[in-house]
Structures are given as C-alpha cells and as structure tokens.
C-alpha cells in the first residue's frame, strides 16, 4: 500500500496548512496514522498520531494546541491542520499508517509504522 500526502506548500508564519494522507491503489483499514517530519540537516521526528476506531490523539509537545489531527472513515483519509505556523515547522512532512493493533504500539516510535507515504514540503517564512 502507498500512501499519499498532499497539502504542503509555502505560508507565511501565523497562516495555516491542510495536509492529507490517503492510499493509493486500494482501499484499506489500518489501526492508526501518524505524522512525522523532517527538517533539512535534522532527524525525522514525530508530530502526531491518531488511532482509527477511537479517534485517540497524541501530538509532539512543539505542536499541541497549534495542529489538529483528525481522519475521515468513510474517505478513508487524515488529516493534519497546521495553524499558527512558525519558520521552525518548515519540513518534509510525513504520513505513516499502522495495521494493526498492539499493546506496546507507541505512536512516535517510527518502527511502528507499516505504511509511509513520499512526503509533502511545508516552507514557512518568516
């Protein structure tokens, strides 16, 4: 399955962004999606996560209360809205899915993802 992440593009710090994961190909349930990032010269680093079914959110400390994080069943599609940008969110941004439930899923833990999409280039300026 690949996935594919739409929505990056450039913003003015303050604006806001809409990214969107969705596989391509064929339809198909997964456990929970999340978002990751990478900024140039710096590791990939987890930015949010949502379970499926119960709709649970986690979010990195350095975005909580600026991105939501949200998913459409029946579209079978996620969400990340991004507000209040900073240059410092300025990345590759990331969509991963899991397939299955487990008890020692962590939603920042890279490994724990089966699926990953090509990125999406998010540019803030300042």
């Known amino acids: 399955v690949q996935l594919q992440a739409s929505g990056g593009g450039l913003v003015q710090a303050g604006g806001s962004l809409r990214l969107s994961c969705a596989p391509s190909?064929?339809?198909?349930?997964?456990?929970?999606m999340g978002w990751f990032r990478q900024a140039p010269g710096k590791e990939r680093e987890f930015v949010a996560a949502i379970t499926w079914s119960g709709g649970s959110t986690f979010y990195a400390d350095s975005v909580k209360g600026r991105f939501t994080i949200s998913r459409d069943n029946a579209k079978n599609t996620g969400y990340l809205q991004m507000n209040s940008l900073k240059p410092e969110d300025t990345a590759v941004y990331y969509c991963a899915a899991r397939d299955y439930w487990s008890r020692s899923y962590s939603p920042e833990r890279e490994g724990d993802y089966d699926y990953w999409g090509q990125g999406t280039q998010v540019t803030v300026s300042s």
């Open positions: 190909g064929r339809t198909f349930s997964s456990y929970a």
